[in-house]
Nanobody, 125 residues
Framework: QVQLVESGGGLVQAGGSLRLSCAAS????????MGWFRQAPGNEREFVET????????YYADSVKGRFTISRDNAKNTVYLQMNSLKPENTAVYYC??????????????????WGQGTQVTVSS
């Protein structure tokens, strides 16, 4: 089992920044690729960005290219999502997720094995 706890969400004005954190505990952190997904009311959960277990590669949704950056600190068992130039349409609950390395797709939420409880991000116009 892997337990994931997100933090760092909140209310921010359009154009502002937030940094989300996700602390992992349980099994070996480097056994997992780590991703961020988000879900707005009435919408399906959508992929935001993923980082491989080693931190060598990242994959992101086109909608966040150049604005959001994922990173991880394997010594601290923590993954981050730096969000800049936020827009009102980025308002959602953001979820951290873990996927066993070398398995499944980086982009499909069904391929992730563990999830955090989510943190609300609200961007006002």
């Amino acid at each position: 089992q892997v337990q994931l706890v997100e933090s760092g969400g909140g209310l921010v004005q359009a154009g502002g920044s937030l940094r989300l954190s996700c602390a992992a505990s349980g099994r070996t952190f480097t056994s997992y690729d780590m991703g961020w997904f988000r879900q707005a009311p009435g919408n399906e959960r959508e992929f935001v960005e993923t980082i491989t277990w080693s931190g060598d590669n990242t994959y992101y949704a086109d909608s966040v290219k150049g604005r959001f950056t994922i990173s991880r600190d394997n010594a601290k068992n923590t993954v981050y999502l730096q969000m800049n130039s936020l827009k009102p349409e980025n308002t959602a609950v953001y979820y951290c997720a873990a996927k066993r390395r070398y398995s499944g797709s980086y982009y499909r939420f069904n391929d992730y094995d563990y999830w955090g409880q989510g943190t609300q991000v609200t961007v006002s116009s």
